[in-house]
């Protein structure tokens, strides 16, 4: 008998105890696991989508914008009637209204917009002040004196005021980033205009 208890007291025989113990709760809890997943509904297709479309892909509606360009024989600005797919929110329209601008050109129109310039930023603060940030080609690419500045600036002013009235009230025009107090050395831009 003292051999049998030297056997069952024995460290190994400790050892091996814990083990099988061990090895059968491991054995049960993977069972279980095992039982519960099967239980848990798998869905063999996701849902089905809402039938509209996402509203960040729809293509806005067509609207009419008035761009200010000069008609080839006069020297005062005239609006041109543009349709522009216009995005809800102000400064993405204030960003489409002024490329259009900066790129529209039709036969029997002058752009008092310098070739090349290109627009970088677009930003409407709180106050209603919408900040335009243009490229250097819009001041180095002036010609013509004090005329062709003001004609410029004037076409700026007066597309954005006419186009949004209600969002914007003053008008900061910047050359790559930096306020600059005029384009051409005429007229004072240092500050935020007005039309």
């Not at 729809?58 to 914008?65: A, E, H, I, Q, R």
């Not at 790129?103 to 709180?126: A, F, K, S």
């Not at 002036?142 to 007066?158: H, Y």
Request: with cysteine.
């Amino acid at each position: 008998m003292s051999l049998f208890r030297k056997i069952i007291h024995s460290r190994i025989f400790i050892i091996w105890g814990i083990t099988l113990v061990t090895i059968a709760i491991c054995l049960a809890i993977v069972l279980l696991l095992i039982a519960n997943s099967k239980r848990t509904a798998i869905q063999d297709a996701p849902p089905e989508l809402p039938n509209q479309a996402n509203p960040t892909d729809m293509l806005p509606s067509l609207k009419d914008v008035n761009i200010f360009l000069l008609e080839s024989t006069e020297h005062e600005l005239t609006p041109f009637r543009v349709e522009l797919h216009l995005y809800a929110e102000p400064t993405e329209q204030l960003k489409q209204i002024i490329s259009a601008l900066i790129q529209t050109t039709p036969t029997n129109y002058r752009n008092p917009i310098p070739r090349g310039t290109l627009l970088n930023e677009v930003y409407i603060d709180t106050q209603k002040t919408a900040y335009l940030d243009f490229s250097h080609h819009l001041a180095d690419g002036q010609i013509g004196g004090t005329t062709a500045e003001i004609m410029s600036v004037n076409a700026i002013l007066r597309t954005v005021f006419n186009a949004l009235p209600e969002s914007v009230k003053h008008v900061q025009i910047l050359i790559d980033g930096k306020e600059v107090e005029t384009l051409a050395g005429h007229l004072n831009i240092s500050q935020p205009l007005r039309y």
